[in-house]
């Protein structure tokens, strides 16, 4: 039975978040009657079109997912089970933000069928919280933590280093108490500074000075010393695990496999097509009554696209990808698939490896992981 995972996108948001992207979907107020009977509509239409598939993953993300009634999400769990088979260690994920107000609803939360949580702390002190804009304190963000920890079987926190003046002393000391809180999770990311941020203006005026590239290649490989000697090893360049807490529903998207996207600006990979939905919510709602569904777009991928896609999620992955068996998903030939003179440059630098038809980015690689998926990966 082929496998496939759900994307539940919820866009509300019930406070103002200077980094989100639905700050329009800010709401006092929800109209839950109108969005159950939407995203309803917008899952069956999916399940329409994907039967006897077996469902291995659902993950509710978006604006803030985790002050869903559980009513709702029950409900929509209830559907799921009704549209597609259920695999027997299915992963049901919410994301979270380590608000008091949204601890508050964990048990119901549980209750309802969520088994794993993942919460945004992003750092563990009030100051570097005020500079990354969160709503939260420390304090809130580690009591979120604790509750979740008493109501969900698997938990996952991120946090946010390589931020500016960050030595490695003072990560390895956060990285340490991060870890011996004991959650078989851990999403680490490195601070980057995108185009059109509060972040950018600030660098562009020099009130900020990134972190440079060679101190955050030396916290990027303290970091995997750190969890790999914790028993939680790296299987993704930022994402880290005890062997089995892998994140499911994440490896389907990095292992190029098909998962439904509904709900607002959602998007989704469903057998060679790739889905939007439209992202307004009041565009989506006027779709629902007109045809059913929330779709805005549905684009068939060319093999080429299909392959590039693959390789640029797939490589960063510990694993990496087997380019035999993608191959032979996509009726390509396998030289086609990357720059061979490319690959066996990087690998004399031990950037890369070839272990058999699998190739792999080593450690030493991953952190020149963008510049090398433009060589590597044939246009």
Not at 51 to 80: D, Q, W
Not at 116 to 136: I, K, M, N, P
Not at 335 to 353: P, S
Request: overall charge negative; hydrophobic content about 45%; glycine content about 8%.
């Amino acid at each position: 039975m082929e496998a496939l995972a759900l994307y539940i996108h919820w866009p509300f948001c019930l406070a103002k978040c200077p980094y989100c992207d639905f700050n329009s979907h800010v709401r006092d107020a929800v109209d839950i009657a109108l969005w159950e009977r939407g995203l309803l509509a917008d899952m069956a239409h999916e399940a329409a079109l994907t039967p006897g598939r077996r469902l291995t993953s659902i993950f509710f993300g978006g604006g803030t997912p985790s002050l869903m009634p559980p009513a709702l999400v029950e409900s929509l769990l209830k559907a799921a089970a009704s549209h597609w088979t259920f695999d027997p260690a299915i992963e049901i994920t919410l994301e979270a933000n380590p608000s008091s107000v949204e601890a508050s609803r964990f048990a119901a939360l549980a209750h309802a069928g969520i088994n794993r949580v993942s919460l945004g702390l992003q750092a563990l002190d009030d100051e570097t919280l005020r500079f990354l804009g969160r709503l939260h304190d420390a304090a809130e963000g580690l009591a979120a933590l604790d509750v979740a920890q008493r109501h969900f079987a698997r938990v996952t926190f991120d946090l946010i280093y390589a931020r500016p003046d960050q030595t490695p002393a003072m990560w390895q000391a956060e990285l340490a108490r991060a870890l011996s809180f004991g959650t078989g999770h851990l999403s680490l990311y490195q601070l980057t500074i995108e185009p059109g941020t509060r972040f950018a203006t600030l660098v562009r005026e020099g009130q900020l000075i990134p972190l440079d590239d060679d101190a955050g290649a030396d916290l990027f490989a303290l970091t995997r010393d750190m969890t790999a000697a914790a028993g939680l090893p790296a299987y993704e360049i930022s994402n880290h695990a005890r062997p089995g807490e892998e994140s499911r529903h994440n490896l389907t998207y990095w292992r190029y496999g098909d998962y439904a996207g509904i709900g607002p600006g959602a998007h989704g990979r469903r057998t060679r097509l790739a889905t939007t939905r439209h992202r307004k919510p009041e565009n989506w709602l006027s779709a629902i009554d007109r045809t059913g569904h929330g779709l805005q777009e549905e684009r068939a991928l060319g093999a080429g696209e299909q392959a590039s896609e693959a390789l640029l999620m797939g490589l960063r992955l510990r694993e990496g990808v087997d380019l035999a068996q993608l191959a032979a998903r996509l009726h390509l030939p396998a030289e086609t698939l990357i720059n061979a003179d490319k690959v066996r440059f990087y690998g004399d630098l031990g950037l890369v490896t070839r272990h058999g038809d699998r190739l792999i980015v080593t450690d030493r690689g991953m952190p020149l992981l963008d510049a090398l998926l433009g060589e590597l990966v044939a246009a």
